[in-house]
């Protein structure tokens, strides 16, 4: 619904427990966001999510149908997480056993979750990389870094715009710096330093 007194809308059906929603988000059908929740601007929280307190969600998130995050779980700005992909918070779980401090989880600025991916428990997704469909990560990933398969390797890089750069992988870059173009325009140099952005 939409009242006077906020600029963010919460679907009818929505379970909402915090006000801490920044202007122009949208919180779609059965989702349910607990207390201690914090979510930025223009965002979309599609049908049948459920967010833990202590999330803190940035600005232009994309959040697709049936994504739980958890306690312990950071999402920057302009993240996409793809529908049903899935988070956890423990790496030791077992049933009966209290959950002291939750292990962290961190998608990094620009990120994209591939629809049905996985990302194991205090993990860090780096700046605009990309894990692919279905793929269960259990490694950090560095920025602009393509992600596939079971367990997940990284098998390229990617642009800002989310094409693949025409450029091949390295576990470790230790040559000479390279500059790579992609399709859209965009420049890069891939170092020892990782990838960074020239345009
Ligand atoms: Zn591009």
């Not at 809308?9 to 427990?17: Q, R, W």
């Not at 349910?32 to 979309?44: A, K, L, M, S």
């Not at 992609?182 to 420049?187: M, R, V």
């Amino acid at each position: 619904m939409t009242d006077a007194t906020r600029d963010y809308f919460v679907h009818d059906t929505a379970l909402v427990a915090t006000d801490r929603i920044g202007a122009g988000t949208r919180i779609w059908a059965f989702c349910n966001i607990q207390r201690d929740v914090t979510i930025g601007r223009d965002c979309n929280i599609c049908d049948h999510c459920s967010i833990e307190p202590n999330v803190v969600v940035g600005d232009r998130v994309t959040v697709k149908n049936g994504v739980s995050l958890w306690d312990g779980m950071t999402i920057e700005d302009d993240v996409f997480i793809g529908p049903n992909a899935v988070f956890t918070n423990d790496v030791f779980p077992r049933s009966k056993k209290p959950l002291d401090q939750p292990d962290r989880t961190l998608l990094r600025q620009g990120a994209t979750i591939g629809a049905n991916a996985v990302v194991v428990a205090g993990r860090v997704i780096g700046r605009w990389a990309f894990i692919g469909a279905g793929a269960v990560v259990t490694r950090d990933a560095g920025d602009f870094t393509l992600w596939l398969g079971n367990p997940a390797r990284p098998v390229g890089y990617v642009c800002r715009c989310a094409r693949r750069l025409p450029v091949a992988y390295e576990d470790e870059v230790t040559g000479d710096s390279r500059s790579v173009t992609c399709e859209c325009g965009l420049e890069y140099r891939i170092d020892v330093d990782g990838v960074t952005e020239l345009s």
